[in-house]
């Protein structure tokens, strides 16, 4: 059967019009007949009254219990390597059969109820049958009016009447229980649109070529990831200016605020204080869409949409053909997409991109970039999950096609940001150090030195070697 709520509502309107519609039939034969159908009614609905709130949690629960059954499948099909390389498949079985027990109990709780309410509206039929025969027996012996065919018409109505009282009772429990979904829905619709986050209500569309020089400051910038004032800051006061075309790396401690910092440039999170200004515009004081499309990132986890190659590269379809291909090329992807996609631009990107390696999603948001020809480049540790290769890649890639751009770079591998024009260390939400990597490295009590340090001796010296030397990090150096 078609549980969906439209047609759900669709059988419980029928079946109300068949329920009126007989009662009236009925009554109209045998006008006693209402006492009857006025006593069932009361009964069906008194039985609705103590039905309906149980079998509504009970639904809400069956969803519960349901959603780990389903959630245990998929990751254990996802992790199938790695439940038999562990020897897991006991305890992933245990749990998967914990959470089918637990899905099972509601099911039974939910039959039971089911039963319960079915042997009540049956008893409630009976009564009311039971009524309308004997009213039409003293109708008949007392006045005589009643022909044996009415007395069958009667008895035949009410009969299937009861039937389908109790459908529609119960579809009228059912349309209740699935409206919790459209109400789910009401929600997510009244939801804070994100832009009104932003407590400037000023906005005004950037010029279109904005920002042209990529030039970026923050001044007294605080932030908070919640907008409870009992959530601690993420950034503390930072002010600084990164000029147009800098290569800046960011670097510090796990938790240090480096994401965060990234963050408030696009506007996520709540600015608590302060100004972000990129090329005389303060951010806050436009669109949220402009800020976020003029500037790309390429994210430590790239996201691919399900779709097509060129959907992905371009989503708003304003550029050609070719002059996506050349961006593909320029990140060495165009051989892939030519030999290994039968499609070519129109491949289809499976699941999120499950058919791309990470390096190969992010040499994706790479081309991207380069097509958005962006003034604002922004990395996080967009090395940290590809090999050597790939890494040089994207490092050559981005050395080449945004010389003219502002580029800031998350890194934990202190090699790719050890050639950046300045570098930018952040330790508890506050910004310790920014300057070249070589006058942090000429102060042995620096933040960054320490950093460096920490490599061990070899790759410190490494290190050392390449902040002093002009020549650009790369796999052969
Ligand atoms: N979504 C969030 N909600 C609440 N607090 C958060 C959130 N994201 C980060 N934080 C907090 O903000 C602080 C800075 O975190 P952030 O992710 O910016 O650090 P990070 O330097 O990028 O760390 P990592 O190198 O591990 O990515 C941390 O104390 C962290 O707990």
Redesign the pocket.
Known sequence: MDDSLPMTVFEFLSGLSQVLGTIILVGLINLWSFIPAIIASSGMLFLRYRYAPCSRDLKRLVGTTRSPVYSQLTSTIHGLKVIRSYHAENISSKEFHSHLDNNTRVMYLMTTLNRWSAMRFDWVSLIFIALVIILAIIVRISQYQFSTVEIALTLIYSITLMGIFQFTIRQSVEVETQMTAVERVLEYCSLDQESSIQQRSIKYRPPTNWPSQGRIVFENVSMS??KESY??L?LHHISLVIKPNEKIGIV??????????I?TLFRM?TLVDGHIIIDNIDITTIELEDVRRRISIIPQDPVLFTGTMRSNLDPFGFYSDAEIWNALEQVQLKTLVTNRMSNGLHSFVSESGSNLSVGQKQLVCLARAILKKSKILVID?ATANVDNVTDELIQKAIRDKFKECTVLT?A?RLRTVIDSDRIMV?SN?MLVEFDSPQVLLSNANSYFTLLVEQTGAAEAEYLRTLANSSEPYTINS
Do not use: M, N, W, Y
């Open positions: 990831h919640s959530t601690p993420a510090g401690r796990t938790g240090a605020g480096k994401s965060s910092f963050q999170g540790e998350i934990h952040l939400g």
